[in-house]
C-alpha cells in the first residue's frame, strides 16, 4: 500500500508509521512521543492547568496507547476514550479525529464518582454513521492494560502495547489467521529489534498533532442555553466569566456583552 498523509496535516506533527508483520499476520505501530509530550506541556503552560504528577504520569501512556490506535484506525473515524480509575480516583478523556490527524484530552480529577470498578468508554463516529460506544471494566492502574482489555473485548482481537524507552511506545495488534504463539510471547526486547526479526512492510505514514479546535465561538455555543434561562445567575455580577473546554481544559474568557450578542445573533 502507498504511503498516505492528508495534505492539511503533511507539515508538522508527530509521524507515526504501521507495519504489517508478514508471516506472522499482525500491524504494529511505534513512535517516540517527545514531540507530541512538549506540545501537551506546553498546552498546560499556556492555560494554566496544573495536574498531580501521578494522573500525569498515568495521563502520558493513554495519550501513547490512544495516539498509536487513532493512527491504525481508518481515516474517517473520530473516538473518545474515557477511562475510569478507582485507585486513584481519576478519569482520563482523549479524543482523535483522524481526518485532520488531531489528539487532545484532560485529566479529570474532581468529583469522579465512585463505582464498583474501572470503566474504559470508547466513542467512535466512522463517516457519516451514528455514534458507537461500548463499555468494558478492567483491574489496576495502569492505561495500558485498560486499553488491552478493550481491544480483546470491544474489538474483538487482541491488542499489546508496550514501553520501550521513556517516550517510545508501540502498538501490535492481532488480524486474521495471527500466530498467536509468537504474539503472545513477544516481550520488549523482542519489540525493540522487531525490524530486524521479522519482515515488515510498510502500510501507512499518519502525522499526529495536538490539537483541539475549541474557541470563544464554541464555548459561547455551551453557555448560550443557560444564558437565555438565568443570565445572571450565570455571571453573578461579574462582567466576565471564565470556563474551561471540556475537550482539553484550555481557558476561555468570555464576557458578558460578547455573550448577549451571540444569543441575539441567535435567534
Known amino acids: 500500500m502507498p504511503e498516505t498523509t492528508p495534505p492539511d496535516t ?10 504489517y508483520v508478514r508471516n506472522r499476520n499482525a500491524l504494529v505501530a511505534r513512535a517516540d512521543f517527545g514531540e507530541l509530550f512538549v506540545d501537551y506541556y506546553l498546552h498546560l503552560s499556556t492555560h494554566g492547568i496544573k495536574v498531580r504528577p501521578e494522573h500525569d504520569a498515568m495521563f502520558k501512556r493513554a495519550l501513547a496507547a490512544f495516539t498509536l490506535h487513532c493512527a491504525s484506525r481508518p481515516w474517517n473515524e473520530i473516538t473518545a476514550w474515557t477511562i475510569n480509575f478507582q485507585e486513584p480516583r481519576v478519569n482520563l478523556f482523549l479524543a482523535g479525529d483522524n481526518e485532520n490527524g488531531a489528539v487532545t484530552g484532560r485529566v479529570f480529577d474532581e468529583n469522579v464518582k465512585a463505582l464498583p470498578e474501572n470503566i ?20 489496576g492502574a495502569d492505561p495500558l492494560v485498560a486499553a488491552e482489555k478493550f481491544y480483546t473485548q470491544s474489538e474483538q482481537r487482541g491488542a499489546r502495547f508496550f514501553q520501550l524507552g521513556e517516550e517510545d511506545f508501540a502498538l501490535i495488534s492481532e488480524h486474521p489467521d495471527c500466530d498467536l504463539e509468537w504474539f503472545r510471547a513477544l516481550a520488549p526486547e523482542a519489540m525493540r529489534s522487531l525490524d530486524r526479526t521479522e519482515t515488515l512492510s ?5 502525522i499526529q498533532r ?14 448560550a442555553p443557560t444564558m437565555r434561562e438565568d443570565p445572571d445567575g450565570l455571571f ?9 473546554c471540556p475537550r482539553c481544559s484550555a481557558r476561555h474568557a468570555i464576557t458578558r456583552e460578547a455573550l448577549e450578542a451571540f444569543v441575539a445573533g441567535k435567534k
Open 202 to 206: 510498510l502500510l501507512e505514514r499518519r
Open 210 to 223: 495536538w490539537h483541539c479546535g475549541c474557541n470563544q465561538g464554541r464555548m459561547m455555543e455551551v453557555l
Open 120 to 139: 474504559f468508554y470508547a466513542d467512535v463516529v466512522r463517516g457519516r454513521g451514528e455514534k458507537r460506544r461500548s463499555a468494558v471494566t478492567f483491574a
Open 236 to 244: 453573578a455580577g461579574d462582567p466576565k466569566i471564565e470556563i474551561r
Open 10 to 19: 503533511a507539515d508538522a506533527g508527530l509521524e507515526i508509521r504501521t507495519h
